[in-house]
């Protein structure tokens, strides 16, 4: 809630302040502003499952990408980023920070990584984000879910995670089995 304004006829009938319009005769609404100055962590999962192919590159070029548009659009709308990348051990870590200079710290953080050839520790990167954050965070996981058993393990460990903070789970789609699919 921002403020109160005089109703249009634009307005949802549910913003109307209905105390403030007995007070004043004549329709109130009420102004709302978008919430700023919350907490996203980007996971960014670098294990094998992101070296296949996807059209002309890797699956995991294609999470870079992701993860600095979403850098980009995060601090632009005023919020606090940080940035986790992980295989089998966490390779990089930065403490979610508001400041123009982290857009920074995120694409030189990403600019030399490459994935490795191993299983990702779901368990490693999701205990030690939740326990990093005290505050409510909304987490970014950019991984590939299409492994059977890797989904399972990441979807038991996302429930310690879910305790408190906001979880979104965000892949992508393999054009090569979406063709074979047809």
Known sequence: FE??????????IRWVDWKATARQGRPISRNFEIERHQQIVVLV???RALTTYCGRRTKFDAMLEA?????????????DLGLMVFSDQIELDLHPRRERSQLNAVVEGLYAREPRLVEPNYELALTTAARRNARRTLFVLLTD???????????????ILTQRHLLLVATIA????????L
């Open 145 to 159: 879910v299409t492994v059977t058993e890797a989904a399972r393990r990441m979807l038991q460990y996302a429930r």
């Open 67 to 79: 993860a600095v548009l979403l850098a980009r659009t995060v601090l632009g709308q005023g919020d």
């Open 3 to 12: 403020s109160l304004r005089e109703y249009s006829t634009q307005d949802d």
């Open 174 to 181: 393999d054009e090569t089995l979406e063709e074979a699919e």
């Open 45 to 47: 999962d670098a294990s």
